[in-house]
Structure formats: structure tokens, C-alpha cells
């Protein structure tokens, strides 16, 4: 007999060659059916593999990440089949599933594959597929490998590479690949395939190898899967940051002033303006004091940080001075002269926290088929800060920042996100700068704060940045995509290089800690994923422009003017449409830069001193007809449901 435990803790005891499948079966026939992968000891295997020793098993199905992975990876060899099926002597190279989906890299000769070619292959998959052939590892000798792959170099390569005794082909139907494991039971639970796209791809990645067709596809348990899927798919695309941020007119990219550099339009101007002051204001309640410092700092600066030489030859080169030949880099992160600005006096255990914020502005080399609109750039604004604190504040202020990143994602509506906490890699300890001890103090000082907030957590081992660990917060937007937005780090690391002090009630000289946090990230990203999230349809109090006045002629252009001072009386950010065209021409404008309120006025309006309100995105639902100081108290309402005022 031997012992299996379950995730949930518990123990029970099958005898020796017991499969997943089995133990699935034991435990309920509803989870035998939904299981699709399993994992023995942090190992992939099949859901047939016969178990033989005590361990721990994880039974998957399409609801993990884990299930999925074997779903679209099993789904890559029908694929593969298929194409060996209906090309002849193409070479097969890797296929291994992704986020969303698979791809198999494929060598077709002088064959080419077009967006014509996918029904009949995805049809052929789907015909297989129903026949529900099993996938069976079986075990072959390197020698043995070597000669049923001669011909094709790149699994020949592959296999080159692979210990002798470890070399394992799945098969399925009268398909075989050389694969290390992780299948379905069998093919008949793939209900719907796609192939999304295909793409160059070099083998292995490196460009002096040849270059490949890489055919991308993703595959469901059920057709509405699919269906909805592809939705998902269309409605990312209308909610792309780069075609809403040039349709709502907020940046531009000029390949004059270069890649990845974006350049704010007045409106995009305005909204960063309003996001700074909103987290300016709750930042000066919460103790923070702005700084400013510039955009490139001494060589000898980031050589003392640590930063040169972990990032120095990927990055920028330096910039010199012609006469004096000084050496400086463009600002790759604000930390550095915060210490600096910390060292300019010297401090009392009485003076601290000291609380240094600042939208700075960094750079960072990225290469160019990295750049992606404002989410991978090579300029970026951080709404940074640096905490100087007592080691026994530590617990403390990590409790206030994460506060006031709540509140920040709070008035902008990202209500579902989880913690990430990322710490040392348990194995490799040598890759991070500092003691021991020091680390301990601050991964306990992270968990305890998580906690002490009822944050909803999950610990990384291995993800932590080489000079302390961090928290960041992991947000999931209105389709369901995941995003890093927001982090805090603990650092004991650069206090030490900077030899930073202050004086202890003992009088003698101690280091303090110091933390980086950023609730933004970086205004940019901030305001790409924000845009992906709303489509646009920002919080009110965010809106570049909260109402739009319509007039029916321009016989009441007068009556608009009035309208728009009353609003601007109250603070209101709105404007007049006083172009000579249709009432229906200005509304259909007004919806596509999406002003949330039209206002319309006409002879009825001008007589009882009233405006007709229309809702953005609401056709249908008719105006109602208010007077304004109705509209103003609509406005406050609604601003006051998202914004709301952050205390200490
Ligand atoms: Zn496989
Ligand atoms: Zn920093």
C-alpha cells in the first residue's frame, strides 16, 4: 500500500500502481469525469500513470491553469497530426501550450500555410478528436530515438540534448511525438479548436537559426467556450489603449522624437494632471512630502546603488560631458537621489518617518519589438516615493501604505485584485544583496501587514527584486485579464549602500529601512490599463469632460453660454458643441469621445430655465429634463459614490 495526500491535507492509503484516474474515481465519479491532469510531487504526469511510491497528488481540471496547460498542449499534437496528415515531409519541432492556447512550431519547407488553409485543418482536428484516442507515454532509448527522427534536425537536436533512460514519445491514434508528458486521458473532451494565427518564428528564438511557421490555436471543452472566447477577443480590441487613447485624443507616438517616448495631448494631459493631484492630496494626509529631483544623475550614483552593475550594460550607455568627460545616465529609478536628499541632514529616531514623494520620470532601455503603446515604454512617469523609517516602524507604515493603495484603486473602481508577495527563492539565496536576517525582518513585515488588512494573498517564492522582497497588487479588469498594478518593497539594502542614519534614543547611529511604493506603477501603464478597463468610460471625476452642451440652434447659443457658467460655478468640466450641425450629428460625436452628459437645450429648455440631460452610452432611455441645479447634485451624487475622501 501506499500513502497519497490531497491538497486538502488528508491522507488515504491505495495500493501500489494506483492512477490519478483511480484515486479520482475513489473519491467521487462527477470529479473522475472533470479530471484532466494531474500532478505527483510538483511533477506533471498523465492521469494513467500508475503511482508507486508515498507522495503528494493534485488532481486538475478545466478550471485550473494546470488543467488547461494539458488541455491546449494535448490539443498541439491532434494539431500536429493533422498537419503531418495533409503536408507531406514537413519536420515538427516543439509544441507546447501558452496563456491562451498552444502553437507548434513547424519546419513546412517550401510549403506555406494561409488563413484558408484553417478550416479543413481545424475540421480534420475536431473529426480525430471524437474518436477519443488516449495519449500513452512510452519510454525509448536515446539510440532508438535518434534513428526514427533522422531527417529531422531539430528533434535530433533535441534529443541530442536528453539523458539516455529519460527519453519518453506520447501516442495517440497513429501519432507519435517526442514529448516529456502532461496529456488529457484522451482526446474526446476537445469540443472546439481554433487556429488563431501564424507567425515567423525562429528555431529556439535565436535569429541565426532558421526560421519556422509557428501555428497558434486554442482549443475548449465546449463550443460556447469557444464562442465566448472569441467575444473576449473583439471586445479587447475596441478596448485597445492605443486605439481608444488616439480616438479620445490623449497621446501620440512621434517617430521623430522616438520609439516607445510617449507624448501627452492636452486632454491625456489633463487627466495625468488630475490623477497626480488626487493622489498628491491623499498623500499629503498621509504624511508625504514632494520632492523633486532630475532626470539623470552621476554615473557613480547608480555604481553605489547597485544599479550599474546589474543593469548598466542592458541599458542606456552614459552620456558625457564633452570638456570634462563626466559620465551620467538618464534616471532609471528615483530611489538614488531620495538617498541622497534623506543624507542631506542629519536625523533623529524623533524625525522619522520622513515620507519623500515624487512624480518621477525614468528611463529604461527596452528593445524595440518589446515596445507596446503606453504598457512597455522607454520614458515612464512613477508616482514614486521613498519611506525612511525605524526598523519597529516597518510593521506600521506598510500597513498605511497598503491603505492608501486601497483607496487609490477604490475611487477608480478596480474592485478585484489579489496580492502577489514575492520572496527569496528558498534554493538560491546567494543572487540577493543584504543579511539574512534583515530579509526575514522584512518578509515577516510584509505577511504580518497583508494579513493585519485582510488582503487576499499568494506568496511567490523566487519573484522578489534582488535587494528585497515586495507586495504587489495583482488586478483583474472588467474582461477578466490580469494586471500588475501597484507595488510596495521593503529594502534594507540601499539605507546600507547610501550609509544612511539616524540617531537612536540610545544616541547611537542606526540605518533605517527604507520603502519603495508606487500605488500607480507608473502613470502611463496606470492609464493604459485604466482605459482597457472602462473603455474609456472613466470615473466621472477622472472624465476630461464631464458634460457637453448641445444646443438645438443657434438661437439659444446665448442660453448655452449661461448653462456653462453655472456649471463651471460648480466646478463642473464642461463645454458647448456650438458647431452648425444636426443635433443628431453633435450627440453621435459626443458618444464617441464619451462626454457622460448631453446636455440639450432649446426653446423649451431657455423658457423654464432647464436643460434636457442624456446619459452617455443610454440611447433609449430618453433625456430627463432638470433644472441645474438638479444636474449639479446628479453630478456630486455620482462623483461622491467612486470618490471618497481618504482619511489617516
Ligand atoms: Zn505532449
Ligand atoms: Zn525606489
Redesign the pocket.
Known amino acids: 500500500m501506499i500513502k497519497i495526500t490531497l491538497p486538502d491535507g488528508s491522507v488515504k492509503e491505495y495500493a501500489q500502481g494506483v492512477t490519478p484516474m483511480d484515486v479520482a474515481k475513489s473519491i467521487s465519479e462527477g470529479l473522475a469525469r472533470n479530471v484532466i491532469s494531474a500532478s505527483f510531487n510538483n511533477e506533471t504526469i498523465e492521469t494513467a500513470t500508475p503511482l508507486t511510491t508515498n507522495g503528494s497528488l493534485i488532481l486538475y481540471t478545466w478550471n485550473d491553469k494546470e488543467g488547461k496547460k494539458a488541455f491546449w498542449h494535448s490539443t498541439s499534437h491532434v494539431m500536429a497530426q493533422v498537419l503531418e496528415e495533409k503536408y507531406n515531409g514537413i519536420k515538427l519541432t516543439l509544441g507546447p501550450a501558452i496563456d491562451n492556447g498552444f502553437y507548434y512550431d513547424v519546419d513546412f519547407g517550401d510549403t506555406k500555410i494561409t488563413d484558408a488553409d484553417f478550416k479543413a485543418i481545424e475540421d480534420r482536428v475536431l473529426e480525430i478528436s471524437k474518436e477519443k484516442h488516449e495519449f500513452r507515454m512510452r519510454a525509448v532509448s536515446k539510440a532508438e530515438a535518434l534513428d526514427i527522427y533522422k531527417g529531422n534536425e531539430y528533434k535530433t537536436e533535441l534529443i541530442s540534448n536528453l539523458e539516455d533512460g529519460t527519453i519518453t514519445f506520447c501516442d495517440h491514434a497513429n501519432f507519435f511525438d517526442l514529448c516529456r508528458g502532461g496529456h488529457i486521458p484522451n482526446t474526446g473532451i476537445i469540443k472546439a479548436m481554433k487556429i488563431m494565427s501564424v507567425a515567423g518564428a525562429y528555431w529556439r528564438g535565436d535569429e541565426k537559426n532558421k526560421q519556422l511557421t509557428r501555428v497558434y490555436g486554442i482549443s475548449f471543452p465546449k463550443q460556447k467556450d469557444l464562442t465566448e472566447y472569441l467575444e473576449l477577443l473583439e471586445e479587447a480590441k475596441r478596448r485597445d489603449h492605443r486605439k481608444l487613447g488616439k480616438e479620445l485624443e490623449l497621446f501620440a507616438f512621434s517617430t521623430k522624437v522616438g520609439q516607445g517616448l510617449p507624448l501627452w495631448l492636452p486632454k491625456g494631459a489633463a487627466l495625468r494632471d488630475r490623477l497626480e493631484q488626487f493622489l498628491k492630496k491623499a498623500q499629503k494626509k498621509a504624511g508625504y512630502e514632494q520632492v523633486v529631483t532630475p532626470h539623470i544623475g552621476q554615473k557613480e550614483l547608480y555604481v553605489t546603488s547597485g544599479h550599474y552593475e546589474k543593469y548598466g550594460a542592458d541599458s542606456f550607455q552614459p552620456i558625457s560631458t564633452p570638456a570634462e568627460g563626466e559620465e551620467f545616465l538618464l534616471k532609471p529609478?528615483?530611489?538614488p537621489h531620495?538617498c541622497e536628499i534623506y543624507n542631506v541632514r542629519p536625523w533623529s529616531y524623533k524625525d522619522l518617518p520622513k515620507r519623500y514623494a515624487e512624480f518621477g520620470t525614468v528611463y529604461r532601455y527596452e528593445q524595440s519589438g518589446e515596445l507596446h503603446g503606453l504598457t512597455r515604454v522607454r520614458g515612464f512617469t512613477q508616482d514614486?516615493a521613498?519611506i525612511f523609517c525605524t526598523p519597529e516602524q516597518l510593521d506600521e507604515e506598510f500597513k498605511k501604505v497598503i491603505d492608501l493603495v486601497l483607496y487609490v484603486f477604490g475611487s477608480l473602481g478596480f474592485e478585484n485584485f489579489t496580492a502577489q508577495i514575492s520572496l527569496r527563492d528558498q534554493e538560491n539565496r546567494a543572487k540577493y544583496i543584504g543579511s539574512d536576517e534583515n530579509w526575514e525582518k522584512a518578509e515577516n513585515a510584509i505577511i504580518n501587514a497583508a494579513a493585519d488588512k485582510g488582503l487576499n494573498t499568494v506568496i511567490e517564492y523566487g519573484e522578489a527584486a534582488f535587494y528585497g522582497p515586495k507586495l504587489d497588487f495583482m488586478v483583474k479588469d472588467a474582461l477578466g485579464r490580469q494586471w500588475q498594478l501597484g507595488t510596495i518593497?521593503v529594502?534594507y539594502n540601499?539605507p546600507e549602500r547610501f550609509d544612511l542614519t539616524y540617531k537612536g534614543s540610545d544616541n547611537e547611529l542606526h540605518r533605517p529601512v527604507?520603502i519603495?511604493r508606487a500605488p500607480f506603477g507608473s502613470m502611463e501603464r496606470f492609464i493604459a490599463i485604466l482605459l482597457e478597463h472602462t473603455a474609456g468610460n472613466f470615473p466621472l471625476w477622472l472624465m476630461p469632460e464631464q458634460a457637453i452642451i448641445l444646443s438645438l440652434s443657434d438661437k439659444y447659443e446665448n442660453y448655452a453660454k449661461k448653462v456653462l457658467n453655472l456649471l463651471e460655478n460648480h466646478e463642473i468640466r464642461a463645454l458647448i458643441d456650438s458647431r452648425n450641425e444636426t443635433i443628431g450629428k453633435k450627440i453621435r460625436d459626443a458618444e464617441m469621445q464619451k462626454i457622460p452628459f448631453m446636455l440639450i437645450v432649446g426653446e423649451e429648455e431657455e423658457k423654464n430655465g432647464t436643460i434636457s440631460v442624456r446619459r452617455q452610452g443610454q440611447e433609449g432611455k430618453g433625456n430627463i429634463s432638470v433644472t441645474i441645479e438638479e444636474f449639479v447634485s446628479i453630478v456630486n451624487d455620482e462623483i461622491n459614490k467612486t470618490l471618497k475622501v481618504f482619511t489617516v
Open positions: 529609478m528615483n530611489c531620495h514614486d521613498h518593497q529594502d540601499l527604507m519603495h
